[in-house]
């Protein structure tokens, strides 16, 4: 059985935390006899899955210890979103991010994750001066342990495409609403209504493909427009707000996981974990002012 198929089999049977971290990243999961053992999910896993149509499975990660339960869940690729601002330092754009601050992110997300491929979003204004500073940013992602970059755009920035794939830096694209022009763009709206805007992400793709991407992000694309990239672009889509027709998908974990209150629309919540997170903080007041916490377990003898 493929490398590939073996990503798609239940993660890590039993229990994921006996087995972690004590046979490297190839090391069979315990009790998974008829099943070939996980391993990591590399650039050639992508361009796999579009040819067999499975699909690609990609949530964002900001730190170690979700990497881990992600990982764990079995997603083919986490993204270290600059949606970090947003998202976990109060932000209400992603433009104030810092290539420093995408820094340790990545690191964290790296050292968290056993098999997952790790991307790492190159922050407003750490590239689109050219293929020099694209590639010196790129490369202290990399360094912080992704395995491969993202940045917004499209055939204005096929030379930096370029130039980071010949460096051996796989990217991956992000085209329709590119968060970074938000200003731009005059608001958080849907790109590529209309013939002619949709002719233009088409091209846009094509071009980021031709320039070496490994895979490009659909953002807000009408749904049909992405089904038609995802069938004339050579490399995979990975949508988000772009319809079922990608080759892949993208959330954000906090908005997949419930822990807001708001969220985009074309977000989906497919668990309480906000709500589990307040009651399990709630109980443990409850519980420092009651006295029934902690408990003789809890503390140290003489
Ligand atoms: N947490 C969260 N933060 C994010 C993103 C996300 O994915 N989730 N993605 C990036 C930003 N992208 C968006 C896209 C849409 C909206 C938005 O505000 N949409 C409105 C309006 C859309 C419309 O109808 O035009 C809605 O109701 O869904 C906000 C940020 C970065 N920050
Ligand atoms: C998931 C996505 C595509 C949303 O804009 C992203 O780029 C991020 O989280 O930073
Ligand atoms: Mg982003």
Redesign the pocket.
Known sequence: MSERVSNHASPLPGDAAATRGKGGPTAPAAGAASQSPRKPFRVQHIAQAKERGEKLVML?AYDAVTSRLLDEAGCDMLLV???V???MLGLD??LPVELDEMVVCTRSVARGRQYAMVVADLPFGSYEAGPKQALASAARLMKAGANAVKLEGGRPRAKSVRALTQAGVPVVGHLG?T?QS?NMLG????QGRGEQAAETLLRDALALAEAGAVAVVL??VPEPVAARVTQECPVATIG??AGARCDGQV??W??MAGM?G??????KQFGQVGAALTQAATDYAQAVRTGAFPTAEHWFEA
């Open positions: 964002t979103g600059d949606s601002g947003n998202v754009s992603t609403f968060p938000v608001g958080f709206r849907v953002e807000m988000i707000g959330l954000v906090t908005d807001t708001w969220k985009p629309r074309f977000a």
